[in-house]
Each structure stands twice: as structure tokens, then as C-alpha cells.
Nanobody, 124 residues
Framework: QVQLVESGGGLVQAGGSLRLSCAAS????????VGWFRQAPGKEREFVAHISRIGGFAYYTNSVKGRFAISRDNAKNTVYLQMNSLKTEDTAVYYCAADPQGRTTRDEYEYDYWGQGTQVTVSS
């Protein structure tokens, strides 16, 4: 069993930056693919980025490419999402999720473990 806890959300002005963290329990975390998803009010949850087990492969949705960077520190059982040049449309609850099968997938249904989410609000 893996438990995920997100942190680092908050209120920031457009153009600003935030770094989200996803801290995990569990000895096998380093073998999991970890993804970030977000859900804005009134919208469905959407994929943002994911990172492979070793961290050598990362993938981003088009709307965040060049602005967000996902990374992981397996020694700390933590995955990060650095968000720069934030826009008002980035406002959402951000969730991290883990796939124990280590797949590189954007499908939220293939992630078995989820955190509780952290709110990111970008003001204009």
C-alpha cells in the first residue's frame, strides 16, 4: 500500500511560480510511475505530467510544456512539479498519483494510488 501526500499549493499571481511536492510512503515507490493531474472547478480531471520510475522519461500535456517540470528524488520518496509562468487557467486542485506497474500512461484509471490534492490558485 502506498500513501501519497501533496503539498506546496497556494495563491500566486499570474506569471509566478510554485513547486508542488508529492511525498510517498512505501518501499517500492521508486518502481512506480508518478503522474500529476488537475481538476478545475466544473471540469473533469486532466493529465498534467508523469515521470518514469528512474526519472529518465517525462511527459507533459501540451498546455504546460515549457512551463512545468516534473522530477523525482527516489531517496526521499518524493516527486516534484515545478510550475513556472503560471496562468489563471492553471487554477485547479492538483493531485499526484502512482502506477505500481510502472507504465508511462496518461490514463488516470491506470493509476492505483492518489493523494488528497492541493489547491493552486492563480490570480490575474
Amino acid at each position: 500500500q502506498v500513501q501519497l501526500v501533496e503539498s506546496g499549493g497556494g495563491l500566486v499571481q499570474a506569471g509566478g511560480s510554485l513547486r508542488l511536492s508529492c511525498a510517498a510512503s512505501g518501499r517500492s515507490f521508486s518502481t512506480y510511475t508518478v503522474g500529476w493531474f488537475r481538476q478545475a472547478p466544473g471540469k473533469e480531471r486532466e493529465f498534467v505530467a508523469h515521470i518514469s520510475r528512474i526519472g529518465g522519461f517525462a511527459y507533459y500535456t501540451n498546455s504546460v510544456k515549457g512551463r512545468f517540470a516534473i522530477s523525482r528524488d527516489n531517496a526521499k520518496n518524493t516527486v516534484y512539479l515545478q510550475m513556472n509562468s503560471l496562468k489563471t487557467e492553471d487554477t485547479a486542485v492538483y493531485y499526484c498519483a502512482a502506477d505500481p506497474q510502472g507504465r508511462t500512461t496518461r490514463d488516470e484509471y491506470e493509476y492505483d494510488y492518489w493523494g488528497q490534492g492541493t489547491q493552486v490558485t492563480v490570480s490575474s
